[in-house]
């Protein structure tokens, strides 16, 4: 190996320092900046999250009245950034169409990609936590050819999203409070969480000196798969295969059947070995949005989801590897419940990660120990050979 350590997936490489996001896997821990993630769930919301994850601290009444104001200034996007919407196939990836668009914000905003400069950054970091809802929005009324609902500002962050994306002109439209609540919490729990896949991926795009929306385009794109945040669209499909309670256990012992590359979508984590902390929460959440909205629709699958879990649990396969319910698992039935469709599931994820992100950039901007990204590999290919001409090659 000579003086490198083969660490695929980087299970045992810490490529950082980080005082953001801290995740204890054998006890099922989260905080962040230090705060139960109980705690935030209960207390707080979503933009007070964001203040936390992005300054280190809870902010006083003034901070955060100033904070709110700022985001809310700046939701509106260029108006020809819009147009891009209009080159996009209709039946488009709401998922292929953010890691567009968002990658697209650096030809628009470039007076604040001076990444040396900290008030760029931090102008940057507001644009994109305004503007997220905003284009997420966009990419869904896109998809059914419904006209771009402009942000209001006098709506906080959740019910403003909600409104873009589920008002049409010719209705008046008021968000639901039990649904605004219960998306709120889902964008809390979904803020942070670590050296990821994606975060990592913003770290690596940006060590380079690269704008942080290209850098956060970046981390859409790694998002998407289905190991990661594609998994609460894979958990919902899978969950609506499976017709009757019946049929759970015929799944579970085709996940662990090493010959099928399915896996029981929603179970497991690199780093909790127990359950998720924010699996409970949502799970707690989903037994009271359901109740609260009366949604009958949703109630079967959460059924199914719960006799999954229970069978799962008992099942020896996954005690031994220790695989518990993740926070997709139960993630997409409240998205379901609030009327968000399938294809927008990962793009929500999108929209709650994103401060992660943007912290955990601003983080590695100001850290003196910070350099390129360049991990090493071991080379296994051929030794040296010589080329030989075509004609010669039989
Ligand atoms: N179903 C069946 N078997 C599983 C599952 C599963 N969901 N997850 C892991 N295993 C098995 C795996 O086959 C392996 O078995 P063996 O030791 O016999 O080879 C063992 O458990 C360890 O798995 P691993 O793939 O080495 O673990 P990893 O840390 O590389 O992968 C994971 C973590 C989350 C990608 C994986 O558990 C998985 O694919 N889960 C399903 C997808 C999912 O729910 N992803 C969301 C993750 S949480 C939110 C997010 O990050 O966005």
New binding site residues.
Partial sequence: LGMFTYDP?Y?ATASCRSSITYIDGDEGTLLYRGYPIEQLAEHSDYLEVCYLLLYGELPETKQMEKFRDIITRHTMVNEDLLRFYDGFRYDAHPMAIMVGVVGALSAFYHDSTDVTDPRHREISAHRMIAKMPTLAAASYKHSIGQPLIYPDNSLGYVDNFLRMMFAVPSEPYTANPVASRALDLMMILHAD?EQ???ASTVRLASSSGANPFASIAAGIAS?WG???????E??VQMLESIESVRDVPGLVDR??D?SDA??????????YKQY?PRAKIIRQSCHELLNELGSTRDQPLFEIALELERIALEDD??KE?N?YP????YSGIILRALGIPLSMFTVM?VMSRTVGWIAQWMEMMDDPDSRIGRPRQLYVGHSRRDYLPLDQRG
């Fill in positions: 997936g299970a969480h990821n896949a994606s998002l289905p190991a990661h945040g594609g998994a609460n894979a958990v996940a662990k090493k399915f896996r029981l979508m929603g179970f497991g984590h690199r780093i998720d396969y996954f590897r695989l993740n926070v997709d698992f994820f």
